[in-house]
């Protein structure tokens, strides 16, 4: 990435969030990132919300610039716990308070977008109509309104289109953005042209974020986990916001979801099911279930009876099984206070949606497994 070694004056990457997550992934793999040369350049930060929380974020970032992440935890069988330097943020914006200055920077500066809105950051509100798009409307209130009007002032200005990495917890999330965004400027009866450089212009990016950010250090800062992981799928003309280790850009991006869905949260919701069904302690984390002989017992026996071998017979046992082991590190991670009640709340959701589809999987395969946990855990009805 030759030309990432003299980074524009502006930053060329604007991200939508300012969540402890961020600070400890994708800025934290962009600044150390930088310091080798492998960056598109540095970051601008753009709170979306009203949060308290967020403001202060804000406000610390615009007067320090850099912050703490403190890595916690077990890797390849060593003791982690060590601070690293965030410094990848160059400026901090308020949406709501500096609307001006991220349209310039989002229609001048801008070539990758980076956003981690939470739950409901796709949610759509009334009052965020066509009228947006006029000369001095006022900041929408939706993140999928303001990337039309932010994306209709570059379209505007004649700006080569973008690169978005949406990390929300979607799948093929990039997919689900561009149809919300594409959706909404229809709506408002948008030009042809406009509606063309989204859909087929700007690149938007299907990815994979997993690392455990456990707690804030404030006023800015964050506690995280030493596993982390940003699987990318590869697409035509997409930037990259920076290389990585922990930054994996792959033509099978199923395989990754498959192997955090299937034995990660399969794993952390079995547990789940066991402490709701043996009235297990209200206390209890993942470190204690792990530790606990018979609750280990079962859960490797799931893993190694009813979900690896489905692996095996998809080619990919030998990935599931590596995988596995940096997961139960990361399960027993003396840390980490994981509680299996934060783990259980919309237990028979996840439940469904985590279980099921390996008993579908087997059936599919053609093979012959008794998978006796999965169907035990799908047929009873646990109280949370």
């Known amino acids: 990435m030759d030309e990432t070694k003299r980074p524009p004056q502006n930053p060329p990457i604007l991200q939508f969030g300012t969540s402890r997550f961020l600070q400890a992934h994708a800025d934290l793999f962009i600044a150390e990132a930088l310091r080798e040369g492998r960056a598109l350049g540095r970051v601008t930060v753009v709170q979306t919300t009203s949060n308290p929380a967020s403001r202060s974020r804000i406000d610390a970032l615009r007067e320090h610039r850099r912050y703490p992440v403190r890595i916690r935890g077990l890797q390849q069988g060593k003791s982690i716990d060590e601070t690293r330097e965030g410094d990848a943020i160059a400026e901090a914006l308020d949406a709501n308070v500096d609307w001006a200055v991220v349209r310039e920077r989002f229609a001048r500066d801008a070539r990758v977008v980076i956003s981690n809105t939470g739950d409901t950051g796709y949610a759509r509100f009334a009052e965020d109509g066509a009228d947006l798009l006029g000369p001095g409307a006022r900041v929408p209130r939706g ?35 561009r149809a919300l965004v594409m959706e909404l400027a229809r709506e408002w009866k948008a030009s042809p042209d406009f509606v063309d450089y989204l859909g087929r212009g700007c690149v938007w990016v299907n990815s994979l974020v997993d690392r455990i950010v456990s707690e804030p250090i404030q006023p800015v800062g964050a506690i995280a986990e030493p596993y982390a992981l940003w699987a990318i799928e590869r697409q035509d003309a997409m930037v990259l916001p920076c290389e990585h280790e922990a930054m994996i850009v792959t033509d099978d991006l199923d395989h990754y979801l498959r192997l955090k869905l299937l034995l990660l949260n399969l794993g952390h919701t079995y547990l789940a099911e066991r402490w709701l069904a043996d009235s297990r302690p209200a206390d209890e984390n993942t470190l204690h279930a792990m530790n606990d002989p018979a609750l280990r017992g079962e859960l490797e026996a799931l893993w190694r009876d009813e979900v690896v071998l489905v692996f095996d017979a998809l080619g990919q046992g030998a990935a599931a099984r590596a995988y596995l082991d940096t997961l139960r590190e990361r399960f027993c991670n003396p840390f980490l206070d994981h509680r299996l009640a934060d783990i259980a709340r919309n237990h028979e959701e996840k439940k469904a949606r985590r279980f099921a589809p390996v008993i579908e999987l087997a059936r599919e395969l053609g093979l012959d497994l008794a998978q006796p946990r999965l169907h035990a855990a799908l047929a009873s009805r646990v109280a949370t």
């Open 143 to 177: 993140f999928v309104a303001k990337l039309v009007v932010l994306l209709k002032a570059r379209f505007d200005a004649g700006a080569a289109p973008l690169t978005l990495y949406p990390c929300e917890l979607l799948t093929r999330n990039g997919d689900t953005l």
